[in-house]
């Protein structure tokens, strides 16, 4: 279902009202039907859905997220991007690759199903999937903001929300819009950093143990389904020290370390693979996730 007939629908909606919204394609416009709200259609295509059209410029002016989208291929079908992607791998675990699955490749051909995946782009891990962010990026359908979803109440089948909370200024206020927009029985699959240094696109605001993933969930009526480590210990120690090298060290000295520690990490990154599977495996994660089930 592509995002103007969910507006026809009534699916997508004022995120301030939750009202039904119109598009005016003649003026690139959007309007709530009491005219009271109007919204701008980017390129007649991108419904900018938020409660402050100008945070947008501000944003990405400040963020280094856009530059980041156009390094990202959107097709992993050349023999260089797909070396480039093994290359990165994070090995994350089976039981978080299975729970994703479970939930969007599995279901992908329902007819209607609606896919959200909060923070979305510039790539689409099931084709279904409706990228919504904070700026027009590359790859996104809708932009709008986590803390104020353009969904009506009880409307979306399921959720994907992947290094994205981190960013959140009132995580709180967006895990209970999570909760609000899915259908009875909908499912979220979440990913949140533990032990990952920071990185602002253009804020970072806090990180998560297992524990308080399951806890800020569970606080907005979720039933956690099932939880884990998504990406484990040595992919910690990977980041961390490459991020001590790129910040702290000269440049001249700074360069040389990261490709030495780059190729280290081709040998050792693979052992969360066996690490992964341990019990304990979540004290060091990068990071955890969760299934949530309304």
């Known amino acids: 279902m592509d995002i103007f007939e969910q507006i026809s629908r009534g699916i997508i909606v004022c995120p301030r009202t939750k009202q039904k919204i119109s598009v005016q394609l003649e003026t690139g416009t959007i309007m709530t039907f009491d005219r009271k709200y109007q919204y701008k259609l980017l390129y ?3 419904p900018i859905l938020l409660d402050d059209a100008h945070f947008i410029d501000k944003y990405v ?3 280094n997220m856009a530059r980041e989208y156009e390094q990202l291929p959107l097709e992993e079908k050349s023999i260089i991007a797909r ?3 093994r290359l990165s791998s994070d090995y994350r675990s089976k039981s978080s690759i299975k729970a994703f699955n479970d939930i969007f490749l599995n279901n992908k051909d329902k007819e209607d199903v609606i896919f959200l995946s909060i923070g979305g782009g510039p790539t689409r891990p099931c084709h ?3 990228n919504l962010n904070i700026g027009p990026f590359q790859n996104v ?3 709008g903001d986590a803390h104020l979803l353009p969904y009506a109440d009880n409307s979306v089948d399921a959720i994907y929300c992947e290094a994205v909370i981190e960013h959140l200024y009132n995580p709180v206020k967006a895990v ?3 909760y609000r927009v899915l259908k009875k029985d909908g499912e979220a699959f979440v990913v949140t950093p533990f032990l990952q240094p920071y990185h602002g696109y253009p804020y ?3 990180n998560y143990t297992l524990t308080g993933h399951e806890n800020l969930f569970k606080s907005a009526g979720f039933k956690i389904l099932e939880s884990g480590t998504c990406v484990g210990p040595m992919y ?4 961390i020290v490459s991020s001590f090298l790129n910040n702290y060290l000269p440049s001249f000295a700074s360069f040389p370390m990261r490709v030495l520690w780059f190729l280290l990490g081709l040998f050792f990154r693979p052992l969360d693979l066996i690490l992964n599977k341990r019990a304990n495996s979540y004290i060091m994660a990068s990071t955890t996730y969760l299934v949530g089930k309304k």
Request: hydrophobic fraction near 30%; avoid cysteine; aromatic fraction near 8%.
């Open 44 to 46: 007649n295509k991108i």
């Open 61 to 63: 002016s400040n963020s």
């Open 83 to 85: 070396l480039k992607r």
């Open 128 to 130: 279904k999937m409706i």
């Open 141 to 143: 359908d809708i932009v």
């Open 176 to 178: 209970n819009e999570i």
């Open 204 to 206: 970072h605001y806090q």
């Open 236 to 239: 910690t120690i990977y980041s």
